[in-house]
């Protein structure tokens, strides 16, 4: 697609359900990542994938936090048993990958999923 | 001690006016230095992209680079109400993958 494509924009659940945010990379990114952007904090990395290696998932927070990446594209995070505290915006971003050069490894980010633990 | 600080502001400045957003890191392994733009309700966008010590300037944007004293900047001249955003510095290590974000700096351009 043209962008980094993300859903739900806003998602409001009830603490102890479990919530999916989904991200759709540019096509042809084999970088993808999720960041969480909490109030008045900066981004927060939680995990990489770079195209078919294991993920680096030295980010996340909890175990009960995780994330897929089917088929090398689409990307979902889980969290499991929301917190009050996990309320924040999820941003998801893509990249070309680990190529060194000017503008290489530029992140490109979606709109973010709002989420809010009530 | 966090890997890069910013003072999140807000900053507020009169139209025209020259403004001046830093950060600074601790680890001298960082050699990448970017600064992202983000409006409200919307996710970061690349604004400048530095690579080692120096300046590069693009249009009313100028990015600025101190490896001695592990100090970056941003000065935007002529400074206009749709200038008002939060802008972001990030570092990344050579050869690393994961970009590291400042808090952000709310500003706001005031007509």
């Known amino acids: 697609g043209a962008g980094v494509s993300q859903s739900p924009s806003n998602k409001v659940t009830e603490k102890g359900k479990d919530v999916e945010l989904r991200c759709d990379p540019i096509?042809?990114?084999?970088?993808l990542y999720w960041y969480r952007q909490s109030l008045g904090q900066g981004l927060e990395f939680l995990i990489y994938?770079?195209?078919?290696?294991?993920?680096?998932k030295s980010g996340l927070p909890s175990d009960r936090f995780s994330a897929e990446r089917t088929g090398g594209s689409v990307s979902t995070l889980t969290i499991q048993r929301t917190q009050q505290e996990d309320s924040a915006v999820y941003l998801c971003?893509?990249?070309?990958?680990?190529?060194?050069?000017?503008?290489?490894?530029?992140?490109?980010f979606g709109a973010g999923s709002r989420l809010t633990v009530l | 001690q966090k890997e890069v600080e910013q003072d999140p502001g807000p900053l507020s400045v009169p139209e025209g006016a020259i403004v001046s957003l830093n950060c600074t890191y601790s680890?001298?392994?960082?050699?990448?230095f970017m600064w992202y733009r983000q409006y409200s309700r919307k996710g970061p966008e690349l604004l400048m992209y530095?690579?080692?010590?120096g300046n590069k300037e693009d249009g009313r944007f100028t990015a600025q680079v101190d490896k001695s004293s592990k100090y970056i900047s941003l000065f935007i001249r002529d400074s206009q109400p749709s200038d008002s955003a939060t802008y972001l510095c990030?570092?990344?290590?050579?050869?690393?993958?994961?970009?590291?974000f400042g808090a952000g700096t709310r500003l706001f351009v005031k007509a």
């Open positions: 530095t690579y080692s010590s």
């Open positions: 680890n001298s392994a960082f050699q990448y």
């Open positions: 096509s042809g990114h084999t970088a």
């Open positions: 971003a893509s990249s070309l990958g680990p190529v060194e050069g000017d503008g290489a490894n530029v992140l490109t």
């Open positions: 994938f770079q195209g078919n290696s294991a993920p680096d």
């Open positions: 990030a570092i990344r290590n050579t050869g690393g993958f994961k970009t590291i």
